[in-house]
């Protein structure tokens, strides 16, 4: 337990359905990220929030549209997604002003789109 | 494009051996460097960070980090069948934003 939680874990949806998924940190962190990981490519970066205020958008289509509302709890709400967006979606939070930031992942929720 | 590269395929090594894992990157600017252990179907899990040239270790973890040459590895001694995994190299520009490589596929073979 990393102390990152994400719900649920497990998604199937259609390209017409909506759905949001969930991250919460327990760590005290006040850095929170999105990351999509596709099979055989590098972790992507989709969002950052600092003290929930958003500072990176990665390029990320419209059809994502992510959520902080504090520091503990991140979302990500799914509209009109593709084939190609299935992949594994990351939560992670990091402190922002100590050395390395390290970061720290939740589990996952595996989404597949039909 | 910051670009974090770890080129080498599948890494086989009989228990007991050492597994070295190689990992360069192209911002001179980078802060900080992490080595993430995943296992197949969970998220990644860090397991060793280093901030400063040399070598930093941990348990059986080596992780050694050349900023001239830009330049961080990972050395597994004592490898284990429960190190069998991908090893992802992640590294950090100062601003909170983490560049991962695709990841190194180790397999400990009893």
């Known amino acids: 337990e990393t102390g990152v939680t994400q719900t649920p874990r497990h998604l199937v949806m259609g390209m017409t359905n909506k759905k949001s998924l969930k991250c919460e940190q327990h760590?005290?962190?006040?850095?929170m990220y999105w990351y999509k990981q596709s099979a055989k490519k590098p972790l992507e970066l989709m969002f950052v929030y600092n003290f929930k205020e958003q500072t990176e958008n990665n390029s990320v289509p419209s059809r994502f549209s992510p959520e902080c509302p504090n520091s503990s709890h991140l979302f990500l709400h799914l509209h009109t997604l593709q084939p190609e967006d299935s992949a594994l979606y990351l939560c992670?939070?990091?402190?922002?002003?100590?050395?390395?930031?390290?970061?720290?992942f939740g589990p996952g929720t595996r989404l597949l789109v039909l | 494009q910051k670009e974090v590269e770890q080129n080498s395929g599948p890494l086989s090594v009989p228990e007991g051996a050492i597994a070295s894992l190689n990992c360069t990157y192209s911002?001179?600017?980078?802060?900080?460097f992490f080595w993430y252990r995943q296992y197949s179907g969970k998220s990644p899990e860090l397991i060793m960070s280093i901030y400063s040239n040399g070598d930093k270790e941990d348990g059986r973890f080596t992780a050694q980090l050349n900023k001239a040459s830009q330049y961080v590895s990972l050395l597994i001694r004592d490898s284990q069948p429960s190190d069998s995994a991908t090893y992802l190299c992640?590294?950090?520009?100062?601003?909170?934003?983490?560049?991962f490589g695709k990841g190194n596929q180790v397999v400990v073979i009893p």
């Open positions: 992670a939070s990091s402190p922002i002003y100590k050395q390395g930031k390290t970061q720290y």
């Open positions: 911002d001179r600017g980078s802060q900080s």
């Open positions: 992640a590294v950090e520009d100062g601003n909170n934003r983490l560049a």
């Open positions: 760590l005290g962190h006040n850095a």
